[in-house]
Structures are given as structure tokens and as C-alpha cells.
């Protein structure tokens, strides 16, 4: 349709390459459900301003409905499931993978895990398994360079920093800069002193080990020590 010289079994071609329809499809009750436009964007439901290349839209009595389904066919624990990311002119060069992968026999359970790549090779280095940077476990634990994390955020191999505060607790929702926030107290750096503020009621204790005030190496449970400005001797507990 359209060319002299079908290239398929069926070969629609286009007359222009803007945003007209080259091809659509209906349903029995004159609705469009699948169209592609001239422009090689393609509609699922949908037909007027796409704006990707593929675009997905439920019948308005569906809300919820799921949209995609991707599904790898094989119940081999390992085998993932994924969408490939790429910013190139070529194909095979594709850096970045969202991945699903199988890790039980039962009804096909599994965790979400995200791939880099880092190689700056040719075709054929794309992001796989090997490059793994993060996951998500089926029990809801978030981890960063580990395959196997243990507890709700776990971070191997690396260093974490928080720009502003960290709450720890249940009943404290904001941290003040450079502070660790618990329910009751804080731990603050106020770009010259460490401060620590108790809770309003109870005890502050050290269950073991030495408590150095003015010394690295304190040689009793409390040590003291300045130098001669301060003018204090050293005083040991």
C-alpha cells in the first residue's frame, strides 16, 4: 500500500514523514487501537499527540489496567527480564538495563536490579548482569554494591553522605544540617564543635572503653588533659 515494491507480506508505506497517520487499525465499534504515523511514532490506543515513540493509553473503563507486560519465557532461576538504555547513533552499544531477574522456583519470584556499563568498547558492550549496581530484593531491601542486601538499605564498598541532616527513629520527621536526629536528642557539627544533646529524661552511658577529653589515647574510664594555656593539669578517673 503505497510503494510499487512491498518489501513484507505487507508493506504500508507513508506519504510524508510528518505527524499523519500512515497506518492505523479499529476495533468493531470504529475505535482506533493501534496507529503509526508517518513520523515512526506508534500509538496503542491512542492516535493524537504522541509523544514518544511508543505510546500506551488504557480504554478510559480500564484505570489500572496494566499497560505492558514483559515476561522472559523460561522458569530458570538467574534469567532476567529487561529494558535496554542507550544514548548512540548504533545499536548493541546500550549502557544502562532495568532488569527483573528470577531468583526462586515459586510462581516465578524475583528481585528488580538496575546495570551499568562503564566500558567504552564497540558493539556488543551492553549492560548485562555483571554490571549490576543496585537492587531490590522481593522482601523490600534496597541495596548499592551488593547483590545480596541484608537489611532495608545496605551499602557495600562505598561511603554514604548526607548533605544536610539524618533522622533516625520513628517520631522525628526533619534533621537539622550537619545533625543526627534520634526520637529524642541529637548529635550536631556546627562547623567548629560536636555537640550532643541527651535525651530530656535518662541516662548517658558508655558500656565499655575510656572517655578522652583533650587527649587521643585516654588511660582511664575519664581522662582529662590541656595544655599549659589552659592552664590545667592532667586528671585521670
Known sequence: ???SAPQARLNVKGAASDTTMAFTAENSSGSETLTVLN???VGVNASASLESYLNVMSPASQNGFNLVTLQANTTTVGKTASILFGVNTTNSREKGAFNFVRTGSGHGIGDFTWSL???D???GQVASASDERMRLTSAGNLGIGTTGPAVKFDVASGDIRAQSG???GTTQTTAADNTIQFNSGFIQYDGTNLR??????GNH???????GIGTTSPGAQ???STDSARNMTTNTW
Open 1 to 3: 500500500i503505497g510503494t
Open 39 to 41: 513520523n515512526n511514532k
Open 117 to 119: 556499563n562503564q566500558s
Open 121 to 123: 568498547g564497540g558493539a
Open 166 to 168: 539524618l533522622v533516625i
Open 196 to 201: 550532643y544533646t541527651a535525651p530530656v529524661s
Open 205 to 211: 552511658t558508655f558500656d565499655t572503653g575510656n572517655v
Open 222 to 224: 575519664l581522662d582529662l
